[in-house]
């Protein structure tokens, strides 16, 4: 599909060139950007906060039942009962490692969690620098046109003079002429 990848390169150049020219529309797309990226990272954040509390919930819930079993053999042991003692060890060990990968877990949890807000607190900063950087180009744009419309006042205004005094001589050269006709009229 060469000509369509041309063309989509075509109208990516025509769009770059055209923000270019536009940079407070380019400013405005990139706004957009980060406030959708910001949106999603909060989501993420919120996503991950909960995930992160079902699992210390879950390793919390885990080594409750570790310490439960650990009881339950100094108990079978002291009770000269092997066989409840070795199936409680065995217990206890299968939770020992289920607690193990649920702690790993959580610390992963923790970390995306970290990484997710620092990408957070990049995003918004960086969103403040755009949004400084559009109030400064808006706020060119806004002095330009009223630089332009002071001079086009002004080019107006000395026109509208001039043309008040094209006038101005226009009748005063058309009076003349017929005070001259009066004149050679009644000679």
Known sequence: MPLFDDLSQFLENRLEEFL???????????????????????????????????????????????????????????????????????????LLHQGNLLWGQMQGLKERLSHAQALLHRIQIRHQEVKAKATEVQAKRVSTKAQNKVQQYDAAG??????????????????????????????
Do not use: Y
């Open 158 to 187: 000395w026109s509208s003079s001039n043309d008040n005094l094209e006038e101005k001589f226009r009748r005063w050269e058309t009076e003349a002429e017929l005070e001259q006709m009066k004149r050679n009229m009644g000679k």
């Open 20 to 94: 270019r020219r536009n940079p407070h529309l380019e400013l405005e797309a990139l706004l957009e950007q980060l406030r959708t990226q910001e949106e999603d990272t909060l989501k993420l954040i919120a996503d991950l906060k909960v995930k992160e509390q079902q699992s210390q919930d879950e390793t919390l819930s885990t080594a409750q039942e570790i310490h439960r079993w650990h009881i339950r053999i100094q108990k079978a042991k002291n009770a000269n009962r092997p066989d409840l003692a070795n199936a409680a060890q065995e217990r206890e060990a299968s």
